[in-house]
Nanobody, 124 residues
Framework: QVQLVESGGGLVQAGASLRLSCKAS????????MGWFRHAPGKERQFVAA????????LYADSVGGRFTIFSDNAENTLFLQMNNLGPADATVYYC?????????????????WGQGTHVTVSP
């Protein structure tokens, strides 16, 4: 059974950086692609970034391109999201997700496994 545990959220000032981590376990053939999503209250879960764990291909939402970087340490089974120049619009709960599908995906329904989320708060 795949389990994903996020960490690294917190309170930062606008313009600061944060690095989110997602420790994966049980991923044998279950985490061919992974991604980060965020979910603000009253809104739909929003795609942030995705990574194909085999090819290394990445995909970013337009709103974070150039500021966020998704990468992994496969030896540690950990996915990261480096977030720079954070603004109030980035403040919400961030979720790590994994899918058995072999590609790169931005749709929520493609992902089979989800973490519990980590909170990011950005002060003006």
């Amino acid at each position: 059974q795949v389990q994903l545990v996020e960490s690294g959220g917190g309170l930062v000032q606008a313009g600061a950086s944060l690095r989110l981590s997602c420790k994966a376990s049980g991923c044998t053939n279950g985490c061919n692609a992974m991604g980060w999503f965020r979910h603000a209250p009253g809104k739909e879960r929003q795609f942030v970034a995705a990574l194909n764990m085999v090819s290394g291909e990445t995909l970013y939402a337009d709103s974070v391109g150039g500021r966020f970087t998704i990468f992994s340490d496969n030896a540690e089974n950990t996915l990261f999201l480096q977030m720079n120049n954070l603004g109030p619009a980035d403040a919400t709960v961030y979720y790590c997700a994994a899918t058995r599908s072999s590609g790169i995906y931005f749709k929520v329904r493609t992902y089979n496994y989800w973490g519990q989320g980590t909170h990011v708060t950005v002060s003006p």
